[in-house]
């Protein structure tokens, strides 16, 4: 394809994507306050799954009449606003198979059957990490909450507005998920040759430390229970990660011919022969030496042009 071609196939993917993103949104800013029914299955409004964390907490620690769970809005375009917002967050995800199967579409043709393998498989293990890391965040998201609120209850009462509210649970569920990367990025280095295994076997205890410090700083709220269970979960996926660069070093170290890790000046040993050699190539010592043009005597007169 001309560079011509490539930009029109490229906004081309662009339109197809930012349609899906489109019907995502729109998706998403409808069941923001709609719930699903089917058949016996129920799936709740997103902003009443959202919302469950807060609701959870006692009612001492919400502001409004008991047995409500609502948040405040404290500008006429704020409800508006929140509900496009989070509408939007949703359609990106809900939109996922859309516009990343437009950049697969896009950047397959250059690629060669093994990379479009292993590009295949990094996106999809990215993918997981990232849901795993969200789901992790959602279901910490309540203890976090809790200790957040009840400090100071005796003297000061809490009124969160729904911009606050949902743009922390937001915080948290992305910083958790980008987070769960870490290990990927990982193996990733030792895939190329960039980290070895040898290298950090021995510095796990600095890795540890490493990882509750950015928990610590990482955590939107800073309670002890997302840094806790963000450090925790890293380290559990470091040392997977970790592992796998073990074996893959290994497979690799079985692979690779010993001649390779020799010294430049260092020889290789003796050179055996490939096989015997045949009696018919070995030279006549017994024999007069041909003459010289014998070779060219010897030849039909047709072989002349070849010669030339």
């Known amino acids: ?73 404290t500008s006429p375009f704020e409800m508006f606003l929140l509900r496009l917002k989070v509408g939007a967050l949703a359609g990106v995800v809900l939109s996922s198979p859309v516009w990343l199967g437009q950049l697969w579409a896009f950047i397959t043709p250059g690629l060669v059957r093994r990379e479009r393998r292993v590009t295949l498989a990094v996106v999809s293990a990215a993918v997981t990490l990232f849901v795993l890391g ?32 949902f743009g922390f649970v937001v915080g948290l569920i992305v910083v958790f998920g980008v987070s769960f990367e870490l290990p990927l990025f990982i193996v990733m280095l030792n895939a190329v040759g960039v980290l070895k295994y040898d290298a950090i076997k021995d510095k796990r205890r600095a890795i540890i430390l490493l990882l509750f410090i950015f928990a610590a700083f990482m955590t939107p709220g800073q309670d002890p229970a997302s840094m806790v269970a963000m450090a925790l979960s890293l380290c559990l996926m ?71």
């Open 134 to 165: 969200a789901v992790l965040a959602y279901f910490v998201l309540t203890y976090g909450l809790s200790f957040l609120m009840m400090i100071g209850e005796e003297v000061q009462t809490t009124a969160l507005t729904g911009r606050e509210y």
């Open 238 to 308: 470091v040392e997977i990660a970790l592992q796998i660069c073990r074996l893959n070093d290994k497979r690799r170290a079985k692979a690779r011919p010993d001649w390779l890790d020799l010294d430049d000046e260092q020889g290789s040993g003796p050179v055996t022969a490939s096989g015997p050699v045949r009696a018919s190539a070995r030279p006549d010592a017994t024999a007069p030496p041909a003459a010289p043009g014998a070779a060219l005597d010897a030849r039909p007169a047709g072989d002349f042009d070849d010669v030339l």
């Open 1 to 73: 394809m001309t560079i011509v071609e490539h930009i029109q196939e490229l906004r081309s993917r662009i339109i197809k994507a930012l349609l899906g993103l489109l019907l995502g949104t729109i998706v998403g800013y409808i069941w923001y306050q709609n719930g699903l029914t089917l058949g016996r299955l129920r799936i709740p409004a997103l902003g009443e799954i959202l919302l469950r964390p807060y609701c959870a907490l006692p009612e001492s620690s919400r502001l409004g009449p008991p047995g409500e769970c609502r948040l405040l809005a």
